[in-house]
């Protein structure tokens, strides 16, 4: 009996590991979009999780235009995701230059104000060109389960693990070892002395809202697949959640962000299965909303600057 019990609590805590990663890795790619701003500007961009939103709603309406075609899968997949991509580049340098760079030199509450009141207008842009139902996402992925350490794991699940570690790898090359990254984390240093520098600091900033506005794009596409439906609204609950993670994390630190975002997605997954279960779903997967903000609100009150604290060196 103790080895059924055993068994059954390893296969447990491997499935709820493997759904706290899935869900972690799209926190990281959100939080990280957040975190990038944040170093460089010192902007919490509310704004970024309807990004997220735009990119799954521009992904999905793509590949339901190419669902009729003899395209395989990962191509109406690709496609999609280049679609969803495009327009968030677009629209993310777009809402810097009308919305955020001339307040550049305002007073902190102003830029904040401003990305709320952009949050907004593109929940409702979105409301009227998909509406407030839900929308389904394609049925594009043949489901399929594989069985490890005793529990299941998708190959949904598998791809956005995959897909987050090359896009976290990619990105840390690009700020580490480029010229771009170079120019970035000197902007985020001093713009002052980065433009003294010869740095064009306004086109920097303008990769960055690029960078992250793809990240946020890839993220959107990957819950459209994970969760089968979307909706205009999904960007705020997912944007509040990644800005959670990276403030656990230590919000301007690149390396926080990776480790907030995986850290959140696990804490929401173990206390939704644990806790769930004890208080016979009263306290479950339906409120697992309650602990990300439990997690927020400790760590704003024993550990402001976040786990790794915040990098006033190289922010980015």
């Known amino acids: 009996v103790g080895a059924v019990v055993l068994s059954d609590f390893q296969a447990q805590f491997t499935s709820l590991t493997f759904g706290g990663l899935s869900l972690g890795f799209i926190y990281v790619l959100i939080a990280l979009g957040y975190t990038m701003v944040y170093g460089i ?18 992904a999905t309406a793509a590949i339901s235009a190419l669902t009729a075609t003899p395209l395989p899968s990962p191509i109406m997949l690709l496609i999609g995701a280049l679609a969803g991509i495009s327009v968030c580049m677009i629209l993310g340098v777009g809402i810097e230059r009308i919305a955020y760079r001339p307040l550049r030199g305002a007073p902190k509450l102003s830029p904040l104000i401003t990305a709320i009141g952009v949050s907004i207008v593109l929940q409702n842009t979105a409301m009227m060109i998909w509406g407030k139902q839900y929308i389904p996402f394609p049925s594009v992925i043949t ?4 069985h490890l ?14 897909v987050s570690c090359i896009t976290m790898f990619l990105l840390y090359f690009l700020v580490h070892k480029t010229k771009i990254g170079i120019a970035m984390r000197a902007t985020a240093s001093s713009i002052e002395i980065a433009q003294l520098m010869g740095i064009h600091t306004n ?6 809202f690029l960078i ?15 969760y089968g439906i979307i909706h205009y609204y999904m960007g705020f609950m997912l944007g509040l959640k990644a800005f959670t993670a ?9 390396f926080g962000a990776m480790l907030g ?43 402001p600057s976040g786990l790794l604290g915040a990098n006033h060196h190289e922010k980015v």
Not at 149 to 161: E, P, T, V, W
Not at 203 to 208: L, V
Request: charged share 5%; hydrophobic share 60%; aromatic share 10%.
């Open 41 to 58: 500007l010192g902007l919490i961009n509310f704004a970024h999780g309807e990004m997220v939103m735009i990119g799954a709603m521009v």
């Open 143 to 146: 489901l399929e389960q594989f």
């Open 149 to 162: 350490f005793g529990a299941s794991i998708s190959n949904i699940q598998i791809a956005i693990m995959l």
């Open 203 to 208: 086109k920097i900033i303008s990769t960055t």
């Open 212 to 226: 992250g506005s793809a990240l946020a794009a890839i993220a959107g596409l990957m819950i459209g697949a994970y």
């Open 246 to 254: 990276a403030v656990l994390g230590g919000i301007g630190n690149l």
């Open 261 to 303: 975002g995986l850290l959140l997605g696990i804490i929401e997954s173990m206390a939704a299965g644990y806790i769930g279960t004890i208080t016979h779903g009263f306290l479950g997967s339906h409120y697992q909303d309650i602990f990300a903000f439990i997690v927020l609100i400790l760590v704003l009150m024993f550990r």
